[in-house]
C-alpha cells in the first residue's frame, strides 16, 4: 500500500463489453492497472476512449466488471467515491469561453467538492502553476491558444491530486517544450499514482510509459513495455537506398534513405527498432503478441 | 540613523513579537528592507507566513464575484453553491432574457386582447399557457452532455448526477417563479387567477425531473412542455371554457402531480447520474 492506498492492481477490468448501437466498441477488454505511467496507443475508433471513458465512470460497460480502488462504479455510492480518487482529462473537455482560466478551474474544484473558499482558491493556484498557466490566471478561456487550454484541461485533472489519472490525448496542441514538461510533470505523477493516458504519439509512449497496451478494434494486440514494443519489429526494419517494390510498409527518411519496415528490400540494411516501428507493424499484423 | 547602524538582537527581537512602537517599527523595517543580514536575523513562523502569503495571494488572483453569486451569498446561500449556480448554462444571460421576453409579450399580449364581455378571461390564457413551460427550457439546459460545454469533465466528479442537476434546476425554477411573479400583477383579471400558473409550473418542472431519471432532461423537458402546450391549445380552442385546464379541480390535480413526482425524483435521484448513459449492476 503506497500514499494513496494503492494496491498494485488500483484499477480491474474484466471481460468488458461496450457497443454503440451495431458497433462493437470493446469485446471482452481485460486489464489490470498498477501504480505508473500506462500508454494505451490504437488507430482512431480502437476504443482507447471508450475505455477510459468507463474507468473515468463517466460511460457504463454493456457487460463485464470494472474495479477501481477495489470499488464498484455501477453502485452509485461507490461511483461517487471512485469520482473522488479520479483526475480525468477528457478528449474534448469542452470549456466555457466567458469563464477566466482561474474561474474555470474553480468552477471544477467545487464539483470536486472543495468547499473551502481558500483552500479551494490555494489548490487552483497549485494546478495553474504545474501547467505552467499562473499568468493567464485572469486571462478568459477563449483568448488562450490551443496549447494553453489543454493545459488548463489538464490542470482541472490535478486538482485534489487523484490517486487515479486518466487522460485522454493530453499532449495534443502541445508544442515541443510545453510537451516536455509535460512528460516530466506526468512521469512525477506517476511515481505515486496510477496514471493511464491515451496518445497516438509514440515517442510519448517511449517517453514515459513503462508500459503500453496497443489497441485494435475494441481488444489489446499488445500489452508490454515500449522496448518490448519496440522488440516485436526486431529484424523487420531495415533502411535502403532504393525504394523496396510494394506492398511493404516504407517512408523516405531526411537523410534520403529508405525505411522499410517487413521484408528486406533489396540492398537494405537492418536498423535498430523504434516503438513506432513496432506499432506500425502491430496494426499490420493483427496477431496477438505479449511481451 | 546611517548605513552602519543595525538593530540589536534584543530590538529584532521585540520587533518581531509586535512590542515596539510606531517610530521603532519603522525605523527597523525601513533597515531590513536593505540589510539582508538582519532580515535573515528577525525569526518568524513558517506557517503563519505561508497563510499570510495564501490570503493576499487569495486578495490579488481571486476572480470577481459575479453578480449572480454575490445576490445568492446575500441571500444565505454558501459561498462555494452561489459560486457554482453563478455558472449555471441556464442562468445565463441569455436564457434570463429569454424568459423576460416571454412575460413581457405574454402580459402585452393580455392587455392587447380585445376580451370577449361573456369570457373575460380568456385573455390571460396566452400568459398562463407559456408562464409554467418557462422554467422548462432552464431545465432541459441545466444538465447534458449536448447542453453544457463542460459535461464529460463534470460528469466524472463526484458532483455530478442528482447533486448538479436539482441544484441546477431548483435555482432555475426559483428564478423563473420571481420573474413570472413580478410579472403577475401586471395582468388583468383577478390576481388570484392571473397566479394559478404556479401550480402547473411546479408539477410541470418535477415531472420532468422524474422523467429525467429515466430519459434526458432536454428531451424530457421538450415531452411535457409540447404535451403542456397542446392541452391547453387543445383546451382553448375545443373547449367550452377556455380556462379549464387552471380550475381549482385541476389545481389540485397539479398539487398532487408536483408531489408525487417529486417523491419519485428523491427515489430514483441515482438515475439522474445516467445522461446517455444506463449505470447497471454489474454483478
Redesign the interface.
Known amino acids: 500500500m503506497e500514499k494513496h492506498g494503492l494496491t498494485d492492481a488500483a484499477v480491474s477490468v474484466r471481460d468488458v463489453n461496450r457497443r454503440f448501437g451495431r458497433k462493437t466498441v470493446l469485446e471482452r477488454f481485460s486489464v489490470e492497472l498498477g501504480r505508473g505511467v500506462t500508454g494505451l496507443l490504437g488507430p482512431n475508433g480502437a476504443g482507447k476512449t471508450t475505455l477510459l ?1 468507463i474507468l ?6 454493456d ?4 474495479r477501481t480502488f477495489g470499488l ?5 455510492a461507490q ?2 467515491e471512485v ?2 480518487r ?1 483526475g ?1 482529462l ?1 478528449q ?5 469561453p466567458h ?2 482560466a ?3 478551474v ?3 474544484a ?9 483552500e ?3 489548490e487552483v ?1 497549485r494546478v495553474l502553476a504545474e501547467t505552467d498557466l499562473s499568468g493567464a ?2 486571462t478568459k478561456v477563449r483568448k488562450l491558444s490551443g496549447g494553453m487550454r489543454q493545459r488548463l ?1 489538464l490542470a ?1 485533472a490535478l486538482l485534489g491530486d487523484p490517486a487515479l489519472l486518466i487522460l485522454d490525448e493530453p499532449t495534443v496542441g502541445l508544442d515541443p517544450e510545453q510537451r516536455m514538461r509535460f512528460r516530466a510533470l506526468v512521469s512525477r505523477l506517476g511515481e505515486s499514482r496510477t496514471v493511464l493516458l491515451s496518445t497516438h504519439q509514440t515517442e510519448d509512449v517511449a517517453a514515459l510509459c513503462e508500459r503500453v497496451i496497443v489497441m485494435r478494434e475494441g481488444r489489446a494486440v499488445f500489452d508490454g513495455t515500449p522496448s518490448g514494443l519496440a522488440s516485436v519489429a526486431s529484424g523487420q526494419v531495415w533502411l535502403s537506398e532504393s525504394a523496396p517494390p510494394a506492398p511493404v510498409l516504407f517512408w523516405r527518411t531526411s537523410d534520403g534513405r529508405y525505411r522499410t519496415l517487413g521484408a528486406a528490400p533489396p540492398g537494405g540494411l537492418s536498423a535498430d527498432p523504434g516503438v513506432e516501428d513496432g506499432y506500425l507493424l502491430l496494426l499490420g499484423n493483427a496477431a496477438e503478441v505479449s511481451a | 540613523m546611517n548605513a552602519q547602524w543595525h538593530p540589536s538582537g534584543d530590538l529584532i527581537t521585540r520587533y518581531a513579537a509586535g512590542r515596539l512602537d510606531s517610530v521603532q517599527v519603522m525605523s527597523v523595517e525601513s533597515h531590513i528592507a536593505r540589510c539582508p543580514r538582519c532580515r535573515t536575523a528577525v525569526p518568524y513562523d513558517e506557517g503563519w507566513l505561508e497563510s499570510s502569503w495564501d490570503g493576499i495571494a487569495d486578495v490579488v488572483d481571486a476572480p470577481r464575484t459575479r453578480p449572480l453569486a454575490r445576490m445568492l451569498r446575500g441571500a444565505g446561500v454558501p459561498e462555494h453553491v452561489a459560486t457554482f449556480l453563478a455558472a449555471t448554462p441556464a442562468l445565463v444571460r441569455s436564457w434570463v432574457v429569454a424568459v423576460v421576453a416571454v412575460l413581457s409579450f405574454a402580459v402585452a399580449a393580455a392587455h392587447l386582447a380585445a376580451p370577449d364581455p361573456s369570457r373575460p378571461l380568456d385573455a390571460l390564457v396566452p400568459f398562463l399557457a407559456v408562464a409554467p413551460v418557462l422554467p422548462l427550457a432552464g431545465i432541459a439546459l441545466a444538465y447534458g452532455p449536448r447542453v453544457d460545454p463542460v459535461h464529460e469533465v463534470q460528469a466524472a466528479t463526484p458532483m455530478a448526477g442528482a447533486r448538479t442537476l436539482l441544484l441546477r434546476a431548483l435555482a432555475v425554477l426559483v428564478v423563473a417563479i420571481a420573474l413570472t411573479g413580478v410579472a403577475t400583477p401586471l395582468l388583468p383579471g383577478p390576481p388570484g387567477l392571473a397566479a394559478a400558473w404556479l401550480t402547473p409550473s411546479l408539477a410541470l418542472s418535477a415531472g420532468t425531473l422524474a422523467l429525467s431519471t429515466r430519459f434526458s432532461p432536454l428531451a424530457s423537458a421538450a415531452a411535457l412542455a409540447a404535451a403542456w402546450l397542446a392541452a391547453v391549445t387543445a383546451g382553448g380552442v375545443l373547449g367550452p371554457d377556455a380556462l379549464p385546464l387552471f380550475s381549482p379541480a385541476a389545481q389540485a390535480a397539479y398539487g398532487m402531480a408536483a408531489l408525487a413526482s417529486t417523491l419519485l425524483v428523491h427515489l430514483r435521484r441515482a438515475r439522474l447520474d445516467r445522461g446517455e448513459f444506463r449505470w447497471k449492476s454489474m454483478a
Open positions: 471513458r473515468a465512470t463517466t460511460l457504463a460497460p457487460a463485464g466488471e470494472v464498484d462504479p455501477s453502485d452509485p461511483r461517487t469520482r473522488r479520479l480525468y477528457p474534448d473537455p469542452g470549456y466555457y469563464f477566466t482561474f474561474e474555470l474553480e468552477y471544477v467545487i464539483l470536486k467538492e472543495l468547499t473551502g473558499r481558500r479551494r482558491h490555494r493556484r490566471a485572469k484541461a482541472q
